[in-house]
Each structure stands twice: as C-alpha cells, then as structure tokens.
C-alpha cells in the first residue's frame, strides 16, 4: 500500500511514523509513507496556502489552487479515474466536518492500493477540494483540533496494522474492539485463509473487547477472577462474552444497535439493563 500525506508541518510525521506497527509495515514494505509539504507548491515569495474565505468570516482557509497541484505532481489519478477504476485509491480531506471514522473504514482503507491524505488546517479548506478533489471527508471524533497532522497519523495507525504481516499474530486484529463478523470475514478472504481467523474464546462481533488479566493472579488485594483460571473454556468464553456486552452496555450502548447479537446475547442485555435499574 502507498500512502501520500498532504500538510503544511511535514516535520510533525518524524516521530509518529517510525515507532511500533507503523514502523514495522514501512521495514517490511508492506506500506510506502511519503509526506509532502503543501508550502512547496505555493507560488508566491511568501509561500502562502491560506487566504480569507469570501463573505468574510474569522480564520484563514487552505486555498484550492497547491493542493490541487500537489496531488497532480504525485500522479494521482483524477476523481473521476479514480471511480472508473473501481476505486483501488482514495483521496481523503481530513476535517472536522467529515463522516466519522470507524474500523469498518479503516478495514475499508487496507484494502486499497494507494490512500491519500489532505491535513486540512486554520478554519478549513476551500470547500471546492471537498467537492471536486476529495473522494471522502473524515473526522476521528466529534471535537475539533488545530489541524489535520493529528487525525493523519490516526488514520495511518488504524489502516497499516490491518495490512497482513503488521501485526505478528493476525487473528489479533480480528477480535478486537468495534471489529464484526463481516469485516473478520474480509480480512480472512485478503489475508489468506483459515489461519488468521480468532484462535481464542470470543470475537468482538462488533462489541467492546472483553477485559484482560495477566500475572499475577492477586495483585496487591485485587484477584484475577476464578473463572479465568479454573480451565473450563466454555465457562470463559461465555464470561468473555458476559463481559463484552457489560462494558459495551455501560461505556457505549450506540454500538449495540448494530452489533451480532445472539438470542442469548440479547437476554444478557436485558438482564444487565434490569441489574444497572435496581
């Protein structure tokens, strides 16, 4: 995979691209990483890339004009190819304004060939890069940041570690928080088998991941609980699952509208909203 990253602070990405999963995907060359500097494709002495939207307004605005050019010089195919060709790239505005990103994109994201990345900065970017330039905008939450550079490094973590080979054991990736069935499906189709299915107790099918212990089994008057330990695997995975609806129900119950949930499921849920009303 190529990933193109459009800002105006091209130094900000020297740390956060060399550490951990991000890291290993550039070594093994499973991801190319390339930062490009807006302010080289500014015409002016002053290298300027911002100017005052029209009506007025507080802020300055990332005019149209560099990055467009910016993304011609990297021989990025027009939006219009690039739905021609199935979409194999993605050009993506990073704003406060865009549409939330989740790990169903991030799985999206994996699977292409080449991902683009625009930081978006100051008060926001000329609205004709979202209309003519951009095939998505996305947000990474629902509050605002300076800039883009921030949601980039975000996005670019969340997409490389689903890249096979990323992560030493794969079916890790795949039973984690926030992932379904369908996307463990996909994974499994592009990552080659069998093998990278979950090996353990529960998926998250959409949930929550379940809480997890380590040794040692008391620490400082705080024991690992008994059904962890007594070797009954069917008695975890149901605890596993126990748990995953108990936190998912408590720290975020939006995502139990489309999450897999089985008969069973269904009436731990209720027996966990009666509990939580007592």
Known sequence: ???????IFPDFFRGPLD????????EMGLAKIEVHDLRQFAHDRHRTVDDRPFGGGEGMVLKPEPLFETLESLGVAS?????????TQSVILL??????????????????ERVVLICGRYEGVDERVADFLADRELSIGDYVLSGGEIAATVVVEAVTRLLPGAVGNEASTQQESFTSRVE??????????ESNRPSSTCGSGGLLDYPHYTRPAAFRGYPVPEVLINGNHQQIRRWRREQALKKTLHNRPDLLVGAELSEEDKRLVDELKQDGNR
Request: glycine share 12%; no cysteine.
């Open 1 to 7: 995979m190529k990933v193109d990253i459009v800002t």
């Open 19 to 26: 550490y951990g999963i991000t890291r290993r995907a550039r």
């Open 79 to 87: 939006r219009e190819e690039r739905i021609v060709q199935s979409a």
């Open 95 to 112: 704003s406060a304004q865009g549409r939330r990103f989740t790990q169903k994109l991030a799985a999206e994201l994996a699977g292409l």
């Open 184 to 193: 463990r499906e996909a994974s499994r189709v592009s990552g080659g088998g």
